[in-house]
């Protein structure tokens, strides 16, 4: 099976590149995560020069994936900071 590129274009300047035979999801949300806040999810553009890959098809499978793992991470932070508001003053000093 040949190798394809699949290039997940995040925000002008961050790209990651995905190998079909081997894709490297766990980088894809590295990156994903270290520019949370900074882009847009629905402005990722994929990018594949395969023929037969259905391009639309999965930068929707993306951005609904990037959109439900910040979300996740929007949830976790206020639980956090809920929690954290319950501690009393003294606690919340040694952050």
Known sequence: METKEVRVVI???HEFVLQSDAPD???LVSTIVQLKGQFD???ITIECE???FDKASFKDVVIGATN???EAIRLDKAAY???LAT???SSKRTN
């Open 11 to 13: 925000m002008p300047g």
């Open 25 to 27: 999801i766990d980088g």
């Open 41 to 43: 999810p629905n402005c």
């Open 50 to 52: 395969h023929e037969g």
């Open 68 to 70: 439900d793992f910040l």
């Open 81 to 83: 900071e809920a929690a």
């Open 87 to 89: 501690l009393p003053d």
